[in-house]
């Protein structure tokens, strides 16, 4: 067999690692752009006691013992540099290059050679090595091997016969070679823990028959409990019996330990790492971040990224995935779901697979969850995080209760439902959100997200005043569902006031459609959060400029006066916060909302989809019976039926028995029969239909599912229910009539009696 070694063609010297600078990305675990860890001092401690141990003996072995990760590589070649600038010859030998002993052997001397001028040791030096590594491996290993001259091997074996030259009698002259060198050699062997057991016996063999050699110190790293493990699978050590730890003790004879990393070391090297990301990509954390940070390191974080190479594992990780997120999601958040990806890949998938849960989502929602306890609750998700199996399920279960309020409730005792928290959460687009939960997983904005880079775009062209092609993107999403990009529109509104006019405008083109979109058990829409963020844009308006703006809208078309009007009403109802635009548009609201319905007037009522909305809002804001009269003068004018007012004043809403969700009608309302019309002159214009109070039970309407567009059903709930205030009244007057007779009746006995 061939082997093969890069030949040198200079004097060794310490590695170094090439880098444009120092970063996450070098190939040493803690190669950060400032010493963290103090490993400057650490390995002028260390090269101090291999030159003192140079001073005492001609020849040892030394260990450099860490866990993987822990930083060793590093440290090693900080120590050759110290070292190197102390004069030493430095070699570096890889066990990993070579397969079996003679070619691990021949390649140790190639590293010798090119560790040691050849004017120092001489071309005879190299021809007695040579010599000796060709009797002590096969035939033709040795001469493979860039650096050792294998001419003598031809007659090696006939020499070995006669006695000639003996592998004894050549080490010596080997050794003898070496004692003359000037300054002592370094032999390193690096990640021995990674060899196979018969790699790392062989490489073991090899240092027990080099050992001794004058001038020669051998420096190996490894990690102990890997190492001992390794050698308990041999036979020459066996499992569980204490040889393992004896043999090593025989090969090392001084040991050199990388010290754990303190608690502030942890911390300074992550922030190291953190610090470095920022700078590279421009990241500002805030201080709301920063606590977050420090909480999730506290609890979780801390425990598991014990070794330099776990913490860059983690943040290299995170800096190269980041521009694909940046400005989407919560850097905090995100570190934590890339630990858990990189590191805990169980606990990820139990995350995903129960996300409708952790995410309160409407679709999770049952009557066995809404009973559970919140301890129960906590209980449930304990055993399910160590189902997974974690390192630390202690520190996981802390974690999740960072990343979602949902478990944190279960740890607190409490629920966090529509609470300041989860709005918290939305504001800076926390994994904790449907609305951003997606972006953590799939590490970037999925094509059904709106990316907040479009949002805020869109925000400023409406700044501007103009209609931009991130506006118009804009638009497009809202039509489809515009819940989503209210919510981020208000966020950037918060953040700086929009225009007026430009927004208003905007979501006025929408109010129709937003009103048709129906979301979770209780179908909402999110018509209410386009009254919302109007009213909180015209409150950071001039007060005349907003009222102009709203009256504007009102004398626009027909989507543009229900929100003017809506708007209006909403915010005079809001007796907490002021609101004088609204005081000052209200009238001319409410006279194009007469215009608006006299003008619908032309057509069955029925045909109005919209009709109820505007007359509630008319309701509101124009003078007291302005409206009763709007309607009788339809009723009045044959078009509109006063049966169809009475069904379309029949509210409709989303019944639910906590799996299926259906159309129901509201209650009867003998108050807004009242408001609207006249309760006595409705029923005076109705026929009496007794029949009605036999064929219907009070709850019939909300309980049963009905079609939104059967107007006929609301109908008849309404005149049941009138039908019932007729009977109630007639009741009411024979109890007051009886009453009454009884009394006179009494009063004439008593005078009859007395005379």
């Known amino acids: 067999m061939i082997f093969s070694s890069k030949r040198a063609d200079r004097v060794r010297t310490p590695r170094v690692l090439q880098r444009k600078t120092q970063s996450l990305y070098a190939d040493d675990a803690d190669g950060l752009e400032r010493d963290v860890l103090n490993r400057k001092r650490l390995a002028t ?4 006691a291999i030159r003192d141990l140079a001073e005492e003996t001609e020849s040892a072995v030394v260990g450099l013992v860490g866990p993987w990760g822990s930083g060793k590589s590093s440290l090693l070649g900080q120590i050759e540099t110290e070292l190197f600038t102390s004069n030493w010859y430095i070699g570096y030998h890889n066990p990993w290059a070579y397969s079996d002993f003679a070619g691990s052997a021949a390649g140790f001397f190639a590293s010798l050679r090119d560790a040691v001028p050849e004017d120092v040791l001489g071309k005879e030096w190299r021809a007695v090595v040579g010599e000796w590594v060709s009797k002590a491996a096969p035939l033709g290993a040795a001469g493979g091997v860039a650096g050792v001259d294998g001419s003598g091997a031809i007659g090696a074996v006939g020499a070995v016969i006669t006695g000639d030259r003996s592998p004894a009698k050549l080490r010596e002259s080997a050794a003898e070679g070496l004692s003359r060198i000037d300054h002592p050699v370094l032999m390193v062997l690096d990640d021995l823990d990674r060899l196979a057991p018969d790699e790392l016996l062989y ?9 001794r ?23 020459l050590a066996g499992r569980g019996s204490g040889r393992a730890q004896q043999y090593l003790e025989k090969i090392i004879q001084v040991r050199l330990e990388v010290p754990p990393m303190l608690p502030e070391q942890q911390a300074a090297l992550a922030q190291a790492a953190i610090d470095e990301i920022c700078a590279r990509r421009g990241i500002t954390l805030t201080a709301g971040t920063n606590r977050r940070m420090q ?26 995935t980041w521009p694909d997120v940046s400005g989407e999601v919560d850097f ?7 630990f858990l990806r990189v590191f805990e890949r169980p606990l990820l998938d139990v995350i995903l697979e129960k996300r409708a849960e952790i995410l309160q989502q409407p679709s999770a929602w049952s009557l066995k969850a809404h009973k559970e306890s919140p301890q129960d609750r906590l209980a449930r998700w304990k055993q399910q995080i160590a189902d997974a199996e974690p390192r630390h399920p202690a520190a996981i279960e802390d974690l999740l209760a960072h990343l979602f309020l949902y478990i944190r409730g279960a740890k607190e005792g409490t629920q966090y439902v529509g609470s300041s928290y989860q709005e918290d959460v939305k504001q800076r687009m926390g994994v904790g959100t449907s609305e951003h939960f997606d972006r953590y997983v799939q590490v970037g904005v999925p094509e059904s997200d709106l990316a907040e880079s479009t949002v805020r775009t869109a925000a400023e062209e409406l700044r501007d005043g103009r209609l931009g092609p991130a506006t118009k993107e804009l638009v497009q999403r809202m039509r489809a569902d515009a819940s989503p990009a209210l919510s981020k529109l208000r966020r950037e509104h918060r953040a700086s006031p929009l225009r007026a006019s430009s927004t208003l405008r905007l979501l006025a ?6 009103m048709d979109q129906k979301s979770g058990p209780f179908g909402l829409s999110p018509d209410f959060s386009i009254i919302s963020l109007s009213v909180d844009v015209l409150d950071q308006t001039e007060v005349s400029a907003a009222s102009d703006l709203v009256e504007s809208l009102a004398q626009s078309d027909s989507a543009s006066l229900a929100l003017a009007a809506d708007i ?19 009238p001319a609201v409410a006279n194009a909302l007469s215009t608006a319905i006299r003008t619908l007037a032309g057509e069955p ?14 309701f509101h804001l124009a003078q007291p019976g302005e409206t009763r009269g709007l309607l009788w003068e339809a009723i009045d004018s044959g078009v509109w039926e006063l049966r169809e007012i009475l069904g379309l004043l029949i509210p409709l809403g989303q019944a639910s028995n906590g799996e299926d969700t259906w159309t129901s009608m509201g209650d009867f309302s003998e108050g807004t029969i009242e408001d609207m019309l006249g309760l006595d002159r409705v029923l005076d214009r109705l026929p009496e239909q007794p029949e009605l109070l036999e064929r219907h039970v009070t709850n019939q309407y909300f309980d049963g599912p009905v079609d939104a567009d059967d107007l006929e059903a609301r109908i008849e709930c309404a005149l049941t229910g009138l039908e019932r205030v007729r009977a109630r009244r007639g009741h009411e007057a024979e109890v007051a009539s009886g009453g009454e007779a009884t009394a006179t009746g009494g009063d004439g006995d008593h005078e009859q009696g007395d005379s």
């Open 332 to 338: 905090s958040d995100f570190v934590a779901m890339t």
């Open 45 to 48: 401690q260390l090269a101090r």
């Open 605 to 618: 009522a029925r045909s109005h989809p919209r009709l109820l909305s505007l007359l509630y809002s008319h």
């Open 509 to 514: 083109s929408l109010y129709f459609s937003a």
């Open 213 to 235: 050699l004058p001038n020669v110190y051998y420096l190996l790293a490894y990690d102990e409990a890997t190492l001992t493990d390794l050698l308990e699978s041999t036979d």
């Open 568 to 586: 209006t009403r909403v915010a005079l109802r809001d007796s907490d916060t002021p609101h004088p635009w609204a005081e000052r548009a209200k």
């Open 203 to 211: 490489t073991f063999k090899l240092v027990r028959l080099l050992g």
């Open 295 to 320: 909480r999730m390191w506290r609890d979780c974080l801390s425990v598991y990224l014990d070794q330099p190479r776990s913490v860059k594992r983690l943040f290299t990780q995170v800096d190269a």
